[in-house]
């Protein structure tokens, strides 16, 4: 009778049952059985209790984390489980960021430029459905970036065919060294920030959230976050624009 | 990696004023994906989430192994230690951040065994010298489990996607391959002939730099 596969050894190695005439011939088969022996050990070894997929949570005592704060010397810390909410918006004493006038742009309807948009974003899924926030009801929802001279750009709303928006934002500034550009929708009060992601001088998209209300948060801002961790915006925004403008 | 964002809360916060009081957290909770790009990025924030998020989940395996106490405290520290540390060797893509910590964790717990039946064998060689029993060391070859289980998790690390995560969930979730590609969606043939080589892979790791080899 024929040997087993080499496949179906693996499987008895990991105590899988075989089809009856397999079983069979790996009971009367003395080779069979030795290289089922041999590939056997790795997961006698590792497939034990102790290091399966962890069942229980067990909070660990607060010396733990204070331990591995002194090892790494990272100051942020855990919340501990009354989460602290922030208090919304009370200006510091001390700024901490530069203090930039806010301007509104004009939004410029290019529908050449919605043309390049929706070729572009086909690879990330095919242009099939408009946003037509615009009074105009062009295809794209496209702002202009400005504020300070060192950056400019335009962000565009764009549609895909699965009804997701992405936001393209193809910026013009200067390269950073420990620092990042970070994409920010703000509200009209310049109170309320969602990040959407980090961005780099050039053209790329990020996700726009599902349910994010554009018009609740009409200005689009990219800020130069520094590498501390802080996920909060820092204060130093370099383009902005109003999609409502 | 696609898939919607979820809606997040907006920071609130003003942006001439910037207001981060240390030690409070931010409203924001960012979800698993990202707390994940955060660390590999070297954000310092990114480690204390994980830290809330996930500590329970390591200190429990750890508790698991040795029971609640210092010692499981002390693999929960050097799990997130090492996982900080070594965070360039993260890829976010590659696998969600906890199941990266509990790798970690399965190294650590290895270690620790590992650690400690080399002490027990030298107390025991040690015992033995001093008894001048005949027979040398009793325990050669028997203890190899130990440090093979160390060499095989490190081999394990070797691997790519999907043969990590496939045999992954043969070990350590005890999936049937029939599950596995159940869970994965890539086909049964594929899914045995991953491990059909993962298991070789490792039997000649074993054969090559195996413990009993040397004892
Ligand atoms: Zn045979």
Redesign the pocket.
């Known amino acids: 009778m024929q040997?087993?596969t080499p496949e179906q050894l693996a499987l008895a190695a990991l105590r899988e049952t075989l089809p009856a005439n397999e079983d069979a011939?790996l009971a009367s088969?003395g080779?069979?059985r030795a290289e089922v022996t041999a590939l056997r050990r790795a997961p006698e070894l590792l497939a034990v209790p102790h290091l399966a997929a962890p069942v229980d949570d067990v909070p660990p005592p607060p010396q733990v984390w204070q331990a591995i704060a002194a090892a790494t010397g990272v100051t942020a810390t855990p919340a501990d489980h009354s989460p602290v909410r922030a208090a919304p918006a009370t200006p510091a004493a001390d700024p901490g960021g530069t203090v930039v006038p806010f301007r509104s742009r004009r939004r410029p309807v290019l529908l050449t430029a919605a043309a390049v948009v929706a070729g572009a974003v086909v690879g990330a899924g095919a242009v099939t459905a408009v946003q037509s926030t615009g009074e105009d009801g062009d295809s794209v929802t496209s702002v202009a970036l400005d504020l300070l001279p060192e950056a400019s750009g335009t962000a565009d709303v764009v549609v895909r065919g699965d009804g997701s928006r992405v936001l393209q934002v193809d910026l013009d500034a200067p390269a950073l060294e420990d620092a990042y550009y970070e994409v920010w929708v703000i509200d009209r009060s310049v109170q309320g920030m969602l990040p959407l992601g980090v961005v780099t001088p050039g053209t790329q998209t990020v996700e726009l959230p599902d349910g994010l209300d554009l018009s609740e948060y009409p200005l689009v801002d990219v800020s130069v976050e520094p590498l501390d961790g802080d996920p909060t915006h820092s204060g130093v925004s370099v383009a902005r624009g109003d999609l409502d403008a | 990696m696609s898939g919607a964002l979820a809606l997040r809360e907006p920071i609130m916060g003003s942006v001439q004023a910037v207001g981060h009081v240390p030690g409070t957290r931010s409203v924001v909770d960012p979800d698993d994906a990202e707390i994940g790009r955060r660390f590999a990025a070297g954000e310092e924030q990114a480690l204390a989430w994980a830290y809330e998020q996930w500590a329970g989940q390591v200190h429990g395996m750890a508790v698991r192994a040795f029971g609640p106490g210092p010692d499981a405290e002390d693999v929960t520290q050097q799990v997130f230690v090492a996982a900080w540390t070594g965070r360039a060797r993260y890829r976010p893509d590659d696998s969600p951040l906890p199941a990266w910590l509990v790798g970690i964790c399965r190294h650590k717990i290895a270690d620790a065994w590992a650690k400690r039946d080399k002490q027990r064998r030298e107390a025991e060689a040690a015992m033995t010298e001093a008894q001048a029993r005949p027979g040398g060391p009793v325990t050669a070859g028997v203890d190899a489990a130990a440090t093979d289980r160390v060499l095989l998790l490190d081999e394990l690390d070797h691997l790519g996607q999907p043969q990590r995560g496939i045999i992954e969930l043969a070990f350590f979730e005890d999936l049937t391959h029939a599950q596995i590609a159940e869970r994965t969606g890539l086909p049964l043939g594929t899914i045995k002939s991953h491990i059909r080589r993962t298991l070789e892979r490792l039997r000649t790791r074993l054969e090559v730099d195996g413990a009993a080899l040397h004892a």
Do not use: T
């Open positions: 040997h087993c011939h088969c080779s069979c």
